[in-house]
Structure formats: C-alpha cells, structure tokens
C-alpha cells in the first residue's frame, strides 16, 4: 500500500512559479504527475524512474517543469517556472512499479490533488 499526499499550490500570477510536493509513504517505483481541469481529462505532466536518472514531460510543459525526487526524505517535487494561464488545474501524484509512464492506467495509487490556479 502506498500513500500520497500533494501539498504546495496555490494561486500564483501569470508567469510565476510554484513547487509542488509529493510526500511517499510506501515502496515507489515510478512517480508521475498529472493535472485536471474543471471538465477535462486528467492529464500527463511529468514522470520520474526511481533512481531519477530517467524523466519523461508533457510537450505543454518541456522545459517550464522539472520533476525530481529525494527518496531519503521519500519526496517527490515538481518545479513549475513561467506558468501559464492554461497550466490551472488540479495536481495529482502518483505512483506505480513499472517506472517512467505517461498513461493514467499505468498508476496504482493517486494522492488527493492540490489545486494550482494561474492568475492574469
């Protein structure tokens, strides 16, 4: 069983940046994370391999997010630089035991979201 718990949005202004935390309980291989916005699919951001030596982004978010990890604090980050309007969304962790995956059915635990609203 592993347990996730997002923390670190917020409300943040066009062009501002947040980090947002993935606190681990438990065995996580791979680690990713992915947004929904109000009536939309949850989506794809970033992923990360366990010794975090491998990483995989969504095209919208290429070099504006940087995912990473501490597994001696059993932590997972996600860096958001230069946000933008249509980066508002729910952010949600998860995790599985197959690596870097980019598909929601790839994950087997979720943690509960944390909401990130960018602001003109």
């Known amino acids: 069983q592993v347990q996730l718990v997002e923390s670190g949005g917020g409300l943040v202004q066009a062009g501002g940046s947040l980090r947002l935390s993935c606190a681990v309980s438990?065995?996580?291989?791979?680690m990713g994370w992915f947004r929904q916005a109000p009536g939309k699919e949850r989506d794809f951001v970033a992923a990360?391999?366990?010794?975090?030596?491998?990483?995989a982004y969504a095209d919208s978010v290429k070099g504006r997010f940087t995912i990473s990890r501490d597994n001696a604090k059993n932590m997972v980050y996600l860096q958001m630089n230069s946000l933008k309007l249509e980066d508002t969304a729910v952010y949600y962790c998860?995790?599985?035991?197959?690596?870097?995956?980019?598909?929601?059915?790839?994950?087997?635990?979720w943690g509960q979201g944390t909401q990130v609203t960018v602001s003109s």
């Open positions: 990360i391999n366990w010794s975090g030596g491998r990483t």
């Open positions: 438990g065995r996580a291989y791979g």
């Open positions: 998860a995790s599985n035991d197959v690596g870097v995956a980019k598909l929601t059915t790839e994950y087997d635990y």
